[in-house]
């Protein structure tokens, strides 16, 4: 497979870098001459210098042996005319652009392929949606839904405090009796396919998989009860703050947004009658007493300063308030607020890159998900008889190293497999695997 990516800010530094770790064919255009280098430096793939709707910049790239096009600069305007440049000369190529613009990706018009593109992605609704279902779930953690199943993936870090602290997986699972997998254990850079005698340490990141039911068990019996989320204050009313209200108000959620832009509080008073709009500066902590935000049940940052977001969310917590979410723009600042105590991070970038994975992938897979900064990934697909054989053992399929299959689905029952477990055609599987190893597990379940 060969991808041609027009960009390489973070969401298409990313993209390379998962693809390449799977040892498809990447090229690579950038116009900015110091991110050329560093890619060059830190990517194995070709990276030209140009701009990507220059058609002989694509021409010198080898556009037409490529089975996507995929342009994510910073730039709709770029990124449209690029795909349809590359549509007007290979209109074979699968074409996929970033929009960010909301006016752009509301149109009407791109309910079918316009301007030659057949799939654009806007980080901020896709950041929002997340958000918005994590809500649902009481916030408690992060969570990953999948397409047909009710497993879950919900995360929990390890501090001094924890139950978990210097157990075994073994000891743990029969300690909280119940029906989970830890599928993947995130250790400082590294990732960790455990095995029941694999022990738990200090800051490990846990990556949780059962279903709905079972997960709130789980959570409840370990200290982190549900709690019903009815009055939420969203800290940010741009883009991403404005979809978060409309998509929690449908919830009929209980709503206040603090913004610093004056102006803009009138927009959002007018566009969202049943929230209240508050004119402030959250970086002045006399807000927090003077609105008395500690009455909250949940906060939400979404400004356009990551390090306030994840600040606020923090002093907000020490002040009473029983759950945070923050949004995030770098990758690595993930795993950071995690660990300080934010209960939810969400990364608008990393949506976008799991998003255009998924298109990427498409066929037999349903959904997919980064996690750990891209070293890992968590696929759910389709089995059927023609992958492998007739009716195998999990035992049988020989998975790579470092992946797991953590989840079966079939019809309405889940099932949290055991090396002895017969897959049937049909069934719906759940897998999280190192980055190295996905060519190897497309290999064995979708290209044969």
């Not at 990313?14 to 255009?29: C, G, P, W």
């Not at 610093?260 to 002045?284: M, R, T």
Request: one cysteine or more.
């Amino acid at each position: 497979m060969k991808i041609v990516i027009v960009g390489s800010g973070e969401v298409g530094f990313h993209i390379a870098e998962q693809l390449i770790a799977e040892n498809k064919d990447v090229v690579i255009i950038e116009k900015n001459a110091d991110n050329v280098k560093h890619i060059s430096n830190h990517l194995d793939c070709i990276v030209l210098h140009g701009e990507g709707n220059n058609i002989e910049i694509l021409k010198e790239a080898e556009i037409h042996k490529a089975d996507f096009f995929i342009s994510v600069t910073d730039s709709d305007e770029v990124n449209m005319i690029a795909c349809a440049l590359v549509s007007s000369e290979f209109p074979n190529i699968y074409k996929i652009a970033r929009v960010r613009n909301l006016d752009y990706s509301k149109a009407k018009i791109f309910e079918k392929p316009f301007l030659g593109i057949d799939y654009i992605v806007n980080p901020e609704v896709e950041a929002a949606k997340l958000i918005a279902n994590t809500v649902k779930y009481g916030a408690l953690s992060d969570v990953i839904l999948f397409e047909k199943t009710d497993v879950q993936m919900r995360n929990i870090v390890v501090h001094e405090d924890s139950i978990f602290l210097n157990k075994s997986l073994k000891d743990i699972t029969k300690k909280l009796k119940g029906d989970f997998l830890i599928g993947c254990i995130s250790r400082k850079d590294k990732i960790i396919i455990p095995s029941g005698n694999t022990i738990i340490r200090e800051n490990d990141n846990l990556y949780f998989f059962a279903t709905k039911n079972n997960l709130d068990i789980l959570f409840s019996k370990i200290g982190r009860l549900k709690k019903e989320i009815k009055n939420i204050i969203i800290i940010g009313g741009g883009k991403i703050g404005k979809y978060i209200a409309h998509y929690l108000i449908n919830q009929k959620r209980k709503i206040t947004i603090i913004d610093q832009n004056y102006e803009n509080c009138k927009l959002l008073a007018e566009k969202f009658p049943k929230a209240l709009v508050i004119h402030g500066d959250i970086s002045d902590e006399n807000i927090f007493e003077d609105e008395q935000l500690y009455k909250y049940d949940l906060i939400i940052t979404t400004t356009h300063n990551q390090e306030l977001n994840i600040v606020a969310a923090i002093y907000a917590k020490t002040l009473g308030l029983k759950r945070s979410i923050a949004l995030v723009t770098k990758r690595n600042y993930l795993a950071i607020a995690s660990n300080l105590g934010i209960d939810v991070t969400v990364s608008p970038k990393s949506s976008s890159v799991d998003t255009i994975l998924k298109v990427i992938r498409k066929g037999k897979i349903k959904s997919i998900h980064s996690i750990f900064d891209g070293k890992a990934e968590v696929i759910e697909l389709f089995f059927d008889n023609s992958s492998i054989g007739i009716d195998p053992t999990i035992r049988e399929v020989n998975l790579p190293e470092n992946s797991l299959i953590v989840s079966v689905t079939r019809g309405n029952e889940s099932y949290i497999p055991h090396g002895d477990f017969i897959l049937q055609n049909g069934d719906s599987i759940i897998i999280i695997s190192s980055t190295e190893s996905i060519s190897k597990i497309e290999n064995i379940f979708i290209n044969n």
